[in-house]
C-alpha cells in the first residue's frame, strides 16, 4: 500500500520552511512585488538555514536534494508567497542542473558559490526550459542544437527565464538536431558573453513579479562542446526536479488561497449569519480542498519516483501529470478564493488578487 509519510527529519525541515513562509515571505510578499525582486535580507535569512544549498557536502551544501523533501519545501514557501517560492526554486535550478548532469570540473566552478554564506544571498542561477510555443513539458522543446566540430550551433526561443538576464550558471535545454523524445534532450552552461544570443527582460508582467524573468532567442548562436553538460541522464532529472518543484509551488498557493477564503468566509457576515454556513461557499471550498488533496498524491507519487529512480518515460509522466494538475488547482483556487471573498478579493489589502495573477503566470 502506497504512503508518504514523511520522517522526522523531513517534518522538522518543513516545519523551519513553514515558519520562514509565515514569518518572512508573506508579509514581504507585497513588498517584493513592488521591487520586482526578493530582498537581500530574506536571502541572507535563507541561505542561513541550508534550504538553498541542497548539493553535495564536498562543495559545502547541505547534501544531495531528495524530491519529496523539496517538494514539501516548495509548497510550505509557496504558502508564503508563490512568487517568492518561485524566485528562490528558478535560482537553484541552474546549478542543481549542473549538480545533476554536469562534469566535476563543471560542477567545481558552478556549485560553491552557493553554498558559501558570504556569496550566496546575491548569486542567482537560471534553467531556461519552456518556450514560446509550449509549456513546460519535455516533449514541447524543439529550441535545436546541431553539433559542428568543437562546437554546437544553436537555434531557437526560450521564455520565462526566472533570472534569466543575470545568473550563473545559466543552464538552457534544447533538442539534439533531428532528435526526437527525451533521449535527444541537451542541456548546456551558457557562457557569459555569447554572440548570437538575444536576452530580453520580460517587463509589465501579469504575475510572478517578484520573480524577475527574461526571454532568449538564440540565432546561430555558437558555444563550445565543452559547454555541454554530458550526463543525459541527469538531464532528464534535472528537467522532471523542475515539474515537481513547480508542482509544488503551484499545491502551496492554492492552500494558501483556500485557506484565506475559508477564514475569511467564516468571519463574512450575510444575512445574520457567516457566509460558509451556505452551501454555494462550502461546496465550493470542500471540491477546492479535495482537488488539492488529490494533486498532492500525484505530486508526492512523482517525488518518491524521482527519489527511486525509476526509468525515464515513468518519470516524466508522472512528474508532468503532476505539474499539470498543480496547476490546474492553483488557478482554480484562488479565482475561487476571489470568488468567495467577492469585491473584497479584487483590493490590494488582501493578497488573493496577488496569488491569482501569479497561479495565472505559472503556465
Not at 158 to 167: A, C, L, M, P
Not at 298 to 311: F, H, P
Request: aromatic share 6%; glycine share 8%; hydrophobic share 40%.
Amino acid at each position: 500500500m502506497l504512503h508518504f509519510s514523511p520522517t522526522e527529519e523531513q517534518e522538522e525541515i518543513r516545519s523551519l520552511a513553514h515558519s520562514l513562509a509565515t514569518e518572512q515571505l508573506r508579509p514581504q510578499g507585497r513588498s517584493s512585488e513592488k521591487d520586482g525582486d526578493i530582498s537581500l535580507s530574506l536571502m541572507q535569512t535563507l541561505t542561513r538555514t541550508g534550504l538553498t544549498a541542497p548539493f553535495p557536502e564536498i562543495y559545502g551544501g547541505s547534501g544531495p536534494i531528495e524530491a519529496i523533501t523539496y517538494a514539501m519545501i516548495a509548497e510550505e514557501l509557496a504558502y508564503g508567497d508563490g512568487a517568492l517560492a518561485t524566485n528562490i526554486i528558478g535560482s537553484m535550478m541552474g546549478p542543481l542542473t549542473v549538480a545533476l548532469a554536469g562534469s566535476v570540473e563543471q560542477q567545481e566552478r558552478a556549485i560553491p558559490p552557493f553554498c558559501d554564506p558570504q556569496t550566496a544571498p546575491t548569486r542567482r542561477g537560471s534553467l531556461a526550459f519552456a518556450e514560446h510555443t509550449g509549456g513546460y513539458s519535455l516533449s514541447e522543446i524543439s529550441a535545436m542544437a546541431r553539433r559542428d566540430g568543437d562546437t554546437y550551433i544553436l537555434n531557437g526561443s526560450k521564455r520565462n527565464v526566472i533570472h534569466g538576464t543575470q545568473s550563473a550558471p545559466s543552464v538552457v535545454l534544447l533538442r539534439r538536431n533531428g532528435s526526437e523524445g527525451s533521449q535527444g534532450l541537451l542541456a548546456f552552461i551558457l557562457p557569459a558573453q555569447l554572440a548570437g544570443l538575444r536576452i530580453r527582460p520580460d517587463v509589465e508582467k501579469l504575475g510572478l513579479i517578484a520573480a524577475p524573468s527574461a526571454s532568449y532567442t538564440f540565432e546561430q548562436t555558437v558555444v563550445p562542446a565543452s559547454c555541454m553538460l554530458s550526463d543525459q541522464n541527469g538531464v532528464i532529472r534535472a528537467a522532471t526536479l523542475y515539474a515537481i518543484l513547480r508542482a509544488g509551488i503551484a499545491c502551496g498557493t492554492a492552500r494558501a488561497a483556500l485557506e484565506y477564503a475559508s477564514d475569511y468566509a467564516k468571519e463574512r457576515i450575510a444575512f445574520g449569519r457567516p457566509i460558509v454556513s451556505y452551501q454555494g461557499i462550502a461546496f465550493i471550498i470542500a471540491e477546492t480542498a479535495m482537488k488539492l488533496d488529490a494533486a498532492r498524491l500525484l505530486l508526492w507519487n512523482a517525488a518518491s519516483n524521482w527519489d527511486k529512480g525509476v526509468d525515464h518515460e515513468t518519470l516524466i509522466r508522472d512528474a508532468e501529470a503532476a505539474q499539470n494538475q498543480a496547476l490546474k488547482i492553483g488557478k482554480a483556487a484562488t479565482i475561487d478564493a476571489i470568488q468567495i471573498m467577492g469585491g473584497a478579493g479584487f483590493i490590494q489589502d488582501h493578497p488573493a488578487e496577488m496569488w491569482m495573477r501569479n497561479a495565472a503566470a505559472m503556465e
